[in-house]
């Protein structure tokens, strides 16, 4: 059941409530109505939780295993990454320990702690959770699919400004051109891909780093075993994953604490033992005179020292499973001052011992505590893993949801957290080229200079976004956003022109990685929106179908039609498609629209929106199912049940309000229709034979139409009803009869005129994701045998 469709679709905004404005389309909108009152009777109360001190302290505890896990384990690398060509001037030491000192203080402490992370989506983090925020606050969406009922819902948040701010000017700039929404959607992209690197280089990074400290006892053990204790450590992790976090999370921030407690211990019998004169870099002279000493190694040598802020991404993006301000103090505490106090101490061993840095971390350990520190080590960096791959999943699913990623299986670990997820083709392509990249590099300096790459891209990313959100959704002062703005792009650009020299050194390996990433998103992506735009400008007019009269101009079978669109008003294509060549419909048909929002959920009760479509002699209805970037799709019995129970719902108020309506009410309201039609039709004649369709929004209007009660005259047969609870009990019975869920199947392809570069993406870039990927009715589990598949061929 396949059709030729050709459209010359072209980028930009389309508007859902557009087209061409004449007589046809006001019918149209009085007929299929959007739902705004039926929005705002689902509008609840949100509160944030607030926290006693204790519950804030036991938060930040747990928060170590969770949020922190990445970046305290940077002193097993930092020093080898920084001088990898071992130290020629102890002066350098002191000189690299101040920068590390204040890179810690400027981006993590100051830039991320205490304000990045409270640019959180309702808790949400990470570069998806970002877009949402801007999403809320401008039209810079790449598909138009948000109404206005959407902005009634609890967890869609956002702020106003005035006309002439700054913000509403900015508001209109990123607007204005469907190039600067691109371009938006593209730097989320990049951000998200490197996040997605870094999944890829924190576990080889940290277990290869925690494994290597097998030399320093055993110096008969070479490399290669080291690399071979790596891999299985790395194959064990994401075998395990499947299991999810939930199970073995408690034993995280444990081991995470212990790992804080003993390189602080370390730390500061290092600087007792050694050289307590090394504190003297907390002074930042020692920063100029180590750079004033000139040479390319120590510009270069900032890529290593990056090393010290990796993990503020994983931290960020993880932000989800604690309150902002339990991830604060937590770091506050505990985490920056055990961090300084390991860096301090390794630089006191390290002007004694120079000729160690290769084995820093673990050759500054005392020989009492070494297999202690090694085990708490191994599995400190297995947590750090953890954490990167749990981001990687939650960055997956939160591009998804934004139609940037193809359909892959999204499997719910935990009942008592939503954010505990597991994407098992992701895992098995993340354990794949974790593995290549231990095993391909066998050298952790490698593999830190790729490391860095990503990291100071991600940090670059999210530096414009900040900035975009203080001014659109906090709306700062235009002075505080170019202090905030010039201050991180100094250090963060200065980080980045280091880590090119180390391109040729290891640092392409996230370069292409991302790339690989970014391609197969983007073109995703645009293929999604021109399934989108084929939609909108090929959906049938309501009046078309009215014009079949109650029956549709077919045979009504027994049972239920759900027909799944992307549209929340009109009827879709597929529809018309399927009963132009099947000359027969069921009895009941829902058209249901999944549509995926910017917030980061929407409540179950708010879920469903439904009404509607022509009068009750048709028996059809629009359903939209609305979903955050974090719910996930329950299964079809459950999808459905809700969906029926809405439906019912629906009915049953659209019956209360019709008997308790006021007459005198109905007349005023009938009149003023009947005018607005007289200026649709023109023709008295017309009219008459339209008055049956005053008004069918049902429960969103607050004035009922009488019209409903004169239509019953013209239903025969089992469709003929006197009230909501009939209507349930014949819907009931079609329901009984079978449920059908009818989708359409539509294959996009390019023209034989299109430049080459866009074939490439979608007769083969395109087409191969959508083969690969799941289809939709695996999504919400509909069985074969209740699935309807309606295929099209759109040219773009």
């Not at 998806?128 to 969406?141: D, E, I, M, N, Q």
């Not at 830190?448 to 891209?457: D, R």
């Amino acid at each position: 059941m396949a059709a030729r469709v050709e459209s010359s679709i072209g980028g930009g905004e389309i508007d859902e409530e557009g087209g061409e404005r004449g007589s046809m389309w006001d019918l149209d909108q009085s007929l299929d109505q959007p739902m705004d009152e039926e929005a705002g009777r689902l509008r609840n109360m949100y509160r944030e939780k607030k926290f006693s001190a204790f519950l804030l302290l036991q938060l930040s505890f747990q928060s170590l295993g969770v949020v922190y896990g990445d970046l305290g384990t940077s002193p097993l690398y930092v020093f080898y990454n920084t001088f990898p060509r071992g130290i020629k001037d102890p002066e350098d030491i002191i000189g690299a320990l101040s920068l590390i000192i204040y890179s810690l203080t400027l981006i993590p402490l100051l830039k991320y702690v205490f304000v990045v992370c409270k640019a959180n989506d309702n808790g949400q983090g990470g570069t998806f959770a970002l877009y949402s925020l801007l999403c809320r606050h401008a039209k810079v969406s790449t598909i138009p699919n948000q109404h206005r009922t959407d902005e009634e819902l609890t967890t869609y948040s956002r702020t106003t400004f005035h006309e002439h701010s700054f913000a509403a000017q900015t508001k209109r700039w990123l607007e204005k051109g469907t190039s600067r929404k691109n371009a938006l959607l593209i730097l989320v992209l990049v951000g998200t891909c490197m996040v997605i690197g870094d999944g890829i280089l924190t576990p080889a990074i940290s277990v290869l780093s925690a494994a290597g400290g097998l030399r320093v006892n055993l110096p008969h053990i070479n490399n290669g075993i080291v690399v071979v204790v790596a891999v299985v450590i790395l194959v064990s992790l994401f075998s395990v994953q499947h299991y999810g976090t939930d199970r073995v999370g408690w034993l995280f921030a444990p081991i995470v604490f212990l790992w804080f407690l003993f390189i602080a211990s370390i730390g500061m019998f290092n600087i007792w033992k050694h050289d307590p004169s090394v504190l003297k870099a907390f002074s930042p002279v020692y920063i100029y005179r180590y750079f004033k000493r000139g040479g390319q190694d120590r510009w270069t040598s900032l890529g290593g020292i990056m090393l010290s802020i990796t993990g503020i991404e994983a931290l960020f993006a993880d932000l989800s499973h604690f309150p902002v301000s339990a991830v604060q103090f937590a770091f506050t505490v505990i985490v920056f001052p055990c961090l300084l106090l390991a860096y301090s101490g390794q630089a006191a061993y390290l002007r004694k011992y120079p000729h160690h840095v290769e084995d820093a971390f673990y050759q500054s350990i005392p020989k009492r505590v070494y297999w202690p520190m090694f085990i708490i080590a191994t599995a400190a960096a297995i947590v750090a893993s953890q954490a990167t791959i749990s981001a990687t999943f939650s960055l997956i699913k939160q591009a998804l949801a934004h139609g940037c990623f193809p359909r892959v299986k999204v499997v719910h670990t935990s009942r008592k957290f939503l954010g505990q997820i597991y994407v098992p083709d992701i895992n098995w392509i993340l354990m794949i080229l974790c593995i290549a990249v231990t095993a391909g590099f066998k050298n952790q300096n490698q593999i830190g200079n790729a490391y860095g790459t990503a990291v100071v891209i991600v940090m670059l990313v999210t530096t414009l976004l900040m900035m975009l959100i203080m001014i659109l959704v906090w709306r700062c002062h235009w002075v505080l956003v170019l202090l905030f703005t010039v201050l991180s792009l100094v250090v963060e650009c200065t980080y980045f022109s280091a880590v090119l020299f180390k391109v040729n050194q290891g640092g392409w390996v996230p370069l292409v990685i991302a790339a690989s990433f970014l391609v197969i998103m983007y073109v995703w992506h645009y293929g999604t929106l021109k399934r989108y735009e084929f939609e909108m400008h090929s959906k049938v007019s309501m009046a078309w179908i009215l014009g079949l009269g109650p029956s549709l101009g077919l045979v009504r079978v027994p049972g239920i039609g759900l027909v799944y669109t992307e549209l929340a008003s009109g009827v879709p294509h597929i529809f018309s498609h399927f009963i132009t060549n099947l000359p027969a419909t069921h009895s009941v048909v829902i058209f249901v629209c999944v549509k995926n929002l910017p917030v980061y959920t929407v409540p179950q009760e708010e879920r469903f929106l439904v009404k509607r479509i022509g009068p009750k002699t048709f028996h059809m209805f629009r359903c939209v199912a609305r979903y955050g970037y974090r719910d996930l799709h329950k299964k079809d019995d459950d999808f459905e049940k809700r969906l029926f129970e809405s439906l019912f719902l629906f009915l049953r108020l659209e019956s209360m309000m019709e008997g308790c309506s006021d007459s005198d009410d109905y007349s005023v309201c009938g009149s003023q229709q009947r005018q607005s039609r007289d200026g649709v039709t023109g023709n008295g004649n017309e009219n008459r034979n339209l008055s049956t369709f005053d008004t069918f929004d049902s429960i969103e209007s607050v004035i009922a139409p009488t019209a409903t009660k004169r239509t019953s005259h013209t239903v025969t047969g089992s469709s003929q009803m006197s009230g909501g609870g009939d209507e349930v009990e014949f819907i009931n019975g079609c329901r009984d009869a079978g449920v059908v869920h009818i989708m359409g199947n539509t294959v996009v392809r390019a023209r034989r005129e299109a430049r080459f570069y866009k074939r490439i993406a979608i007769d083969y870039v395109y087409a191969f994701l959508r083969k690969i990927c799941r289809e939709n009715s695996a999504i919400f589990n509909v069985p074969q045998e209740s699935l309807l598949n309606v295929g099209q061929i759109f040219y773009v």
